[in-house]
């Protein structure tokens, strides 16, 4: 069955590590996408990518980076320059977002200790 | 530029009574609209979406929504919920007409506590 798998689904990290989280689809989608959760926040949208090679901060891209080598994998690395790291991070991607809107990974939880 | 307010950060009802939870958007251009629901520690899955057409839209799991463009409104409605809806619900907004490849916009969310 087609999905999107985030690993790992927890993960501790030193203060001044930097830590990288991966996202890999096999839905054959162009678009990917790097959300974080905090409560009652609702998502924040860190990074997108809409085609291999290339990819755009979104709101909130300070202190983190990501590549896009190849169509599956959209991986998000976490620096050290992130000042309040610890968060539920999502990752998603979409054929046609207008039409369809998004398939979620189940996510990964960071937390820094 | 788009944005979503969901007005109720928590909303607790009764097994077997009905639900709404309230959703307003703001947009230049015409938009279209998205719930999800989340589970605890889970991604989000899709309920149901506005696209164009009638503005009753149907999802799974026996919920439905309107779409109202006088009162950029997309409440979700439930006529009687279970225990198992007890989750964190967002609607999100992207724009139409082949936009929204930057991305949906959501909501903060709703916790919908389902009372026995």
């Known amino acids: 069955d087609g999905g999107i798998t985030q690993s790992p689904k927890y993960l501790f990290r030193k203060e001044g590590q930097n830590v990288t989280l991966s996202c890999e689809q096999n839905l054959n989608h162009d678009a990917m996408y790097w959300y974080r959760q905090d409560p009652g926040q609702g998502l924040r949208l860190i990074y997108y990518s809409q085609i291999v090679n290339d990819f755009q901060k979104g709101d909130i891209a300070e202190g983190y980076s990501v590549s896009r080598e190849k169509k599956e994998s959209f991986p998000l690395t976490v620096t050290s320059a992130q000042k309040n790291p610890t968060a539920f991070y999502l990752c998603a991607s979409s054929s046609d977002i207008s039409t369809y809107g998004y398939t979620f990974g189940s996510g990964t939880r960071l937390t820094v200790v | 530029a788009q944005s979503v307010t969901q007005l109720d950060s928590q909303v607790p009802v009764f097994e077997e009574a009905p639900v709404e939870l309230r959703c307003n958007y703001s947009?230049?251009?015409?938009?279209?609209l998205f719930w999800y629901v989340q589970y605890p520690n889970q991604g989000l899955q899709l309920l149901l979406k506005y696209l164009s057409g009638s503005t009753l839209v149907k999802g799974i799991n026996g919920f439905e929504a309107e779409f109202n463009k006088s009162q950029t409104s997309f409440h979700l409605r439930k006529p009687s919920v279970h225990i198992s809806d007890t989750a964190e619900y967002f609607c999100?907004?992207?724009?139409?007409?082949?936009?929204?490849?930057?991305?949906?916009?959501f909501g903060k969310g709703t916790h919908l506590i389902i009372q026995p």
């Open positions: 999100a907004v992207s724009e139409g007409s082949g936009g929204g490849a930057d991305g949906l916009t």
């Open positions: 947009s230049s251009v015409s938009v279209y």
